[in-house]
C-alpha cells in the first residue's frame, strides 16, 4: 500500500529503465546527458544487478582468433568486422565515461592457448591482421611461443600461444560501482529489490517491491535493459538465455599468470585477480542444460574446470579454491544485439552475448538516441 506522497513522489517520471547493470545505467546517463532536467529511474530486480553484470570475469575484450575464425563463415567478413569495431568502441566508450581508474583497467594483453584442435588457426593469423587493421591500425594478434614456459603452462597440452595486445582487464565491482556513483551524481534514482510483473504499452510499469504487494510507475518513455530476462516480457524476440560459472582460487604465492586469457575458442577463459586465479566459462560442454536462466553451479563443467587448472594451466602447484558463482548471459541467432523501438514508447538493448563488458555502454547510447528521437 502507498502513501498519497509515494505515489506523487516516486511513482512518476519522464524515463523508466528497467535494469540495473551496464546497459541500464548506460541508458539512464545519456539521456540524462541530454535531458538535464528529466527525472530518471532505474528499476533493479536484484540487490545487485541480476544478469551478468556484476558477476562477469572483467575482460575487456572483443575476441580470441578461434572465436573470430569460428564466426567468420556465420556472418561474414562486413559483420566480422563491424562486430569487432563495436565491441571496441564499446570499451573505450566505457572507460572514457567511469575513468581508467576507477574500474582498475590494465592492459595486460590478451593470449588464446593453442593445443592440438587450434594449430590450424595459426595459418590464419596475417588474414586476421589484415581483416581487423582497419578497426586498430595496427597488428592484433602475434604467435609467441614462448610464452607456453613464461606463464608456466603444461607443454604437453599447449602447443603455443596466440597474444593479442589490446586486451585488458577491469575490476567489474568497481566498474558497477562507478556506475550507479555515476548515476546518483546526475540525479538518477535506482532502485533496488524491484520486481517487474508487467510492461505496459501505455508507459506503465506493475511490479513488486519486497514490502509492496504491487506499485504501478508511470514514464514518457521506457527501456528494457534486462538482457536474458527481457524473453519475460517478449517471449517472440530470439533471446536465449545462458549461464556463466566462474570460480576463483585462493591466493597463489607467485602466480605466473598475468593478463586475460582464452581457450576452446572463447568457451573458457581466465586471468589473474591479484595473486588469485579466476577462472570461468565451458558452456559448451553442456549446452542444453546451460541454456537457462537459472542461477546455479554445473558440476560437469566444475569438474572440468578445475581438472584443466591442475593439469594444464598451474601444473604441479597446490591450489586451493574460494568462491564459486554464476551469472546469466543471453544469445541468439546471431551475436548482434537487439537494439530496436518496440513502439513509440518501448525501447529494447538486451542480448549481448556474453560481451556485456565490451558493448553494453555502446548499447546504452544506442537506445537513448532511439527514446530521444521519440520523445
Known amino acids: 500500500m502507498l502513501s498519497f506522497w509515494e505515489r506523487e513522489s516516486f511513482t512518476k517520471y519522464d524515463f523508466i529503465i528497467i535494469g540495473g547493470g551496464i546497459v541500464g545505467c548506460s541508458t539512464a546517463s545519456h539521456l540524462k546527458q541530454n535531458y538535464p532536467h528529466a527525472k530518471i529511474a532505474i528499476l533493479e530486480r536484484g540487490m545487485f544487478p541480476s544478469g551478468a553484470s556484476s558477476k562477469n570475469a572483467g575482460f575487456a575484450c572483443f575476441g580470441s582468433l578461434t572465436e573470430l575464425a569460428d564466426d567468420l563463415p556465420n556472418i561474414g567478413e562486413d559483420d566480422l568486422v563491424k562486430l569487432v569495431k563495436k565491441r571496441w568502441d564499446g570499451l573505450q566508450k566505457l572507460q572514457s565515461i567511469l575513468g581508467k581508474e576507477n574500474i582498475d583497467f590494465q592492459q595486460?594483453?590478451?593470449?588464446?592457448?593453442?593445443?592440438?584442435?587450434?594449430?590450424?588457426?595459426?595459418?590464419?593469423?596475417?588474414?586476421?591482421?589484415?581483416?581487423?587493421?582497419?578497426?586498430?591500425?595496427?597488428?592484433?594478434?602475434?604467435?609467441e611461443p614462448e610464452l607456453v614456459k613464461s606463464f608456466g603452462f603444461d607443454k604437453k597440452s599447449v602447443h603455443t600461444i596466440v597474444s593479442n595486445q589490446f586486451?585488458?582487464?577491469?575490476?567489474?565491482?568497481?566498474?558497477?560501482?562507478s556506475w550507479w556513483k555515476l548515476c546518483g551524481e546526475l540525479g538518477i534514482n535506482i532502485y533496488t529489490g524491484v520486481e517487474v510483473k508487467s510492461v505496459e504499452g501505455n508507459g506503465e510499469v506493475i511490479a513488486k517491491g519486497p514490502v509492496q504487494d504491487e506499485v504501478h510507475f508511470k514514464a514518457n518513455k521506457l527501456a528494457i535493459c534486462?538482457?536474458?530476462?527481457?524473453?519475460?516480457?517478449?517471449?517472440?524476440?530470439?533471446?536465449?538465455?545462458?549461464?556463466?560459472?566462474?570460480?576463483?582460487?585462493?591466493?597463489?604465492?607467485?602466480?605466473?599468470?598475468?593478463?586475460v586469457f582464452h581457450y576452446d575458442e572463447g568457451y573458457f577463459y581466465f586471468r589473474d585477480v591479484g595473486n588469485r586465479l579466476l577462472i570461468g566459462g565451458g558452456r559448451n560442454l553442456d549446452m542444453a542444460v546451460e541454456n537457462t536462466d537459472q542461477f546455479g553451479i554445473n558440476n560437469k563443467i566444475k569438474e572440468q574446470i578445475q581438472n584443466d587448472v591442475k593439469e594444464m594451466i598451474l601444473p604441479d602447484q597446490q591450489v586451493e579454491w574460494d568462491m564459486e558463482w554464476s551469472g546469466i548471459m543471453a544469445?541468439?541467432?546471431t551475436k548482434a544485439p537487439?537494439?530496436?523501438?518496440?513502439?513509440?514508447?518501448?525501447?529494447?538493448?538486451?542480448?549481448?552475448?556474453?560481451?556485456?563488458?565490451?558493448?553494453?555502454?555502446?548499447?546504452?547510447?544506442?537506445?537513448?538516441?532511439?527514446?530521444?528521437?521519440?520523445y
Open 331 to 333: 544469445f541468439g541467432a
Open 226 to 259: 534486462t538482457n536474458a530476462f527481457a524473453h519475460k516480457f517478449y517471449p517472440r524476440e530470439d533471446i536465449n538465455p545462458g549461464r556463466g560459472m566462474v570460480m576463483i582460487t585462493q591466493p597463489i604465492d607467485n602466480l605466473p599468470v598475468k593478463g
Open 167 to 177: 586486451e585488458g582487464q577491469i575490476d567489474t565491482g568497481k566498474m558497477i560501482s
Open 108 to 143: 595486460n594483453r590478451g593470449f588464446e592457448l593453442i593445443r592440438d584442435k587450434e594449430l590450424a588457426v595459426l595459418d590464419q593469423i596475417d588474414y586476421f591482421n589484415n581483416l581487423l587493421r582497419g578497426t586498430f591500425k595496427s597488428v592484433v594478434f602475434n604467435n
Open 338 to 374: 537487439i537494439v530496436k523501438m518496440i513502439n513509440d514508447d518501448i525501447a529494447m538493448g538486451v542480448r549481448l552475448g556474453g560481451m556485456g563488458v565490451a558493448i553494453g555502454t555502446q548499447v546504452g547510447a544506442e537506445i537513448s538516441e532511439l527514446l530521444i528521437s521519440q
